[in-house]
């Protein structure tokens, strides 16, 4: 199993393109399918994001505590720019 920062590293970099992308399907299904992990293996409730123009912040509940995790924004984005910068390379298919 995968630890949870990275599952949450995971989840949070797709959910930020299929945010901005909500006709690409492929993008929401995988961060529909992260966020079930989320849940069902690591048993994450009440998720939060903040973000500034530095750093994401993640808040979590586990079963027994309240976890936080920082991404910089330049790496949670970087998928996401790739994109934008090259939409040829990732065009959506219905």
């Known amino acids: ?3 949870l920062q990275d599952a949450v590293y995971n989840w949070l ?3 930020v393109v299929a945010d901005k992308r909500p006709d690409d ?3 929401n299904e995988t961060a529909d399918f992260f966020y079930e992990m989320l849940k069902e293996d690591h048993h994450l409730t009440d998720i939060e994001i903040h ?3 530095e750093m994401y912040q993640v808040e979590c509940m586990t079963q027994e505590e309240v ?5 910089p ?3 949670i984005e970087l998928i996401l720019n790739q994109i934008e910068e090259e939409p040829h390379k990732f065009k959506n298919y219905h």
């Open 1 to 3: 199993m995968r630890s």
């Open 13 to 15: 970099t797709i959910k």
């Open 25 to 27: 399907l492929s993008a």
């Open 51 to 53: 973000r500034d123009e």
């Open 67 to 71: 976890r936080k995790f920082r991404f």
């Open 73 to 75: 924004t330049e790496l």
